[in-house]
C-alpha cells in the first residue's frame, strides 16, 4: 500500500489530520488498534476551546457539534462555601464548548469514510521501518490486518497513538528528551443518568479534596472526586460517591446535585509530561503520543488539535509550494502552545487538590492565590484566557 502520509492512530489527533489533509488533496492512511465501535464510544476529553470550535467548524464538521454542543461562557470556582464565576465572555470575548471527544470521532471518521478514506480499524503488531533523520527513500509500516501481513510506504509518518502507543518509542534512545510530573493523586471519575443540576463546570477546593462538576449532554452528568492513585473502586459503592459529592460540592445556597443511576466509574491517574523534539526524521509526534497534561485545565483534545493544524499546515506547504521549513520548525512551533498549556493544567491542578500537608500551610496558600484569582480581573482574565485558549498558531 502506497500513501503520502501513514496516520498511526485514530483518535482526534490522526483522524482530524487525516481529514485537513485530504481538503488540501493530500492522501494518507489511518491505523488504529481498536474497533470503530470502541472509539466512538469511549469517554474521553469534554471541552472545546474556542479555536478548536473554529477549526472543526471552518473544516467542515461543525454540523452536529453546532447543533449539540453547550456553549459555556464561564466557570464557577467553589471554595470556602462559596462559588464565585469566571465570566469567559466578559472578560476574553470568548466561549468554551462542551462536546465529548467520542462525537468528534464520530464526526471525523463519518466525514472520512463519506470522502473514500481510509482507516483500518483493529491492526497488531504494528512497526515503523526507514523513518530516521538519514534514511533515503521511502519510510514503511509494519502491522497486521485481517490476519495478514500488510505494509504501507509513505513519505511522512504521523504518530498520533497516544502516550503508550508505538511510535515515540520507536525514536532511539538519546534522541528524545522526557520532561514528566506524576501527581500524588487521581480523580475517581462518574458518568450519572441525571441532568445537570448546573449550566457550568464547577471547580471545587475543599478539605476533602478536589471536586468537579460537568456534564456531557442535557441527560448525563459527568463528576469527578480527587482520590488515591491506588483507590480500590470496590470500596466505592454509589451510595459513598454521592455522599462525597454532595459533601465537597454543595453549599448553604440551596443548589443540590441531581442523582441518578451511575453509568460508569473509573479512576484516572494524574500527569504532566512532554517529549521534546516531536519530530524525528520523517515521523512526526502529536497529541498525547508527544505530551499528556493532568484534566484540570481541560486541554489535551485542545491540544492534540492544535498540533495537527500546525502539522498540516507544514505538510501542505511541503506538497503544494515545495517548501520544507515549517516542518522542520513543526517541533518548536507546537512546543510553544504544548508548555502554555502545560503551565496552565499544572497551575489548576496545583492550585485545587488538597496535597499531603500536616500543617496547612499549603491549603492555606491555595485559598489565598483563589482570593486572588477571583478577587482581581487581572488575575481572572489569565485563568479565562488561558481558559477558553490562546490563539492557535
Known amino acids: ?23 488540501q488533496g493530500i492522501e494518507s492512511v489511518v491505523l488504529e488498534r481498536h474497533t470503530r465501535e470502541y472509539i466512538e464510544q469511549r469517554i474521553r476529553a469534554g471541552v472545546l476551546e474556542q479555536g478548536s470550535v473554529d477549526l472543526l467548524n471552518q473544516s467542515g464538521l461543525g454540523a452536529r457539534l453546532q447543533a449539540q454542543g453547550l456553549v459555556h461562557e464561564g466557570i464557577d470556582l467553589l471554595f470556602g462555601g462559596r462559588r464565585h464565576r469566571i465570566d469567559f465572555r466578559a472578560l476574553t470575548g470568548r466561549a468554551v464548548t462542551v462536546y465529548g471527544q467520542q462525537e468528534v470521532v464520530k464526526d471525523i471518521i463519518a466525514a472520512r469514510l463519506a470522502a473514500g478514506g481510509r482507516i483500518l480499524f483493529e491492526v497488531s503488531d504494528v512497526s515503523l521501518e526507514n523513518f530516521g533523520e538519514q534514511a533515503a527513500g521511502l519510510a514503511k509500516i ?21 502516550f503508550h ?25 462518574i458518568l450519572a443518568q441525571a441532568a445537570p443540576a448546573a449550566h457550568e463546570l464547577i471547580y471545587a477546593q475543599h478539605q476533602r479534596g478536589f471536586a468537579l462538576f460537568s456534564m456531557r449532554s442535557p441527560q448525563i452528568t459527568r463528576l469527578y472526586l480527587q482520590c488515591k492513585p491506588s483507590e480500590d473502586l470496590t470500596q466505592w459503592s454509589d451510595e459513598r460517591i454521592w455522599n462525597e459529592l454532595h459533601t465537597r460540592l454543595e ?4 443548589w443540590k446535585l441531581n442523582e441518578g443511576p451511575i453509568l460508569q466509574k473509573g479512576v484516572t491517574p494524574m500527569r504532566s509530561f512532554v517529549a521534546e523534539p516531536m519530530q524525528y526524521g520523517k515521523l512526526f509526534l502529536a497529541g498525547d503520543a508527544a505530551h499528556i497534561v493532568p484534566p484540570t485545565g481541560a486541554k489535551g483534545m485542545n491540544a492534540a488539535l492544535a498540533d495537527v493544524k500546525v502539522l498540516a499546515a507544514a505538510l501542505t506547504a511541503h506538497y503544494q509550494a515545495g517548501r520544507d521549513d515549517l516542518l ?22 496545583s492550585m485545587l487538590h488538597r496535597l499531603d500537608d500536616e500543617s496547612g500551610f499549603q491549603y492555606r496558600m491555595q485559598r489565598s492565590e483563589l482570593e486572588y484569582v477571583v478577587g482581581s480581573r487581572a488575575a481572572s482574565s489569565v485563568l479565562a484566557e488561558n481558559y477558553v485558549g490562546m490563539a492557535l498558531p
Open 1 to 23: 500500500m502506497r500513501t503520502q502520509v501513514g496516520i498511526i492512530g485514530a483518535g482526534p489527533a490522526g483522524l482530524l489530520l487525516s481529514h485537513l489533509l485530504h481538503l
Open 142 to 162: 509494519r502491522f497486521r490486518h485481517n490476519g495478514e501481513t500488510a505494509q504501507i510506504e509513505c513519505d511522512t509518518i504521523a504518530g498520533c497513538d497516544g
Open 165 to 189: 502507543g508505538v511510535s515515540r518509542s520507536a525514536i532511539p534512545a538519546g534522541v528524545i528528551r522526557q520532561f514528566e510530573r506524576t501527581y500524588p493523586f487521581a480523580w475517581l471519575g
Open 251 to 254: 453549599t448553604d445556597d440551596g
Open 328 to 349: 522542520q520548525a513543526y517541533s518548536a512551533t507546537c512546543l510553544r502552545h504544548v508548555w502554555r498549556k502545560e503551565h496552565f493544567s499544572w497551575w489548576m491542578t
